[in-house]
């Protein structure tokens, strides 16, 4: 069995709360690095410094840079989400949601007759 070679229970729970960490550390570690090296406002130097930083002393670094950049790390993700939601739209089209909004306003605006309204929208919604 797991204790039978002995081990003790409170040895088994100190080594599943230090890998817990570990593995916490290294996700942030991903997350910290790939935002430091996406980000176009720093120079290559600031970089570079960052990064023997992270290396040098890795939890440091890591809280460190979480701790001074966590509101800029929050501003570009939310940015960089944005922009792939606008090129998926544009590679994608458009929703037929949006196609209905559309068709709705042209309607209000009678540009189009209520026929044709009827045409189209039984065309989008199948």
Known sequence: MLL????????????????????????LLVITASDLFRRRDMSGAGKFLWVVLLVGLPYVGTFAYILSEGAGMAERKTAQTEEMRDAVRQFVGFSTVDELLKLDRLKAQNVISNEEYLMLRSRLVG
Not at 8 to 21: D, E, K, M, Q
């Open 4 to 27: 039978s070679n002995g081990g003790s229970f409170a040895g088994l729970l100190v080594n599943a709360v230090a890998a817990f960490i570990f593995v916490l550390w290294l996700w």
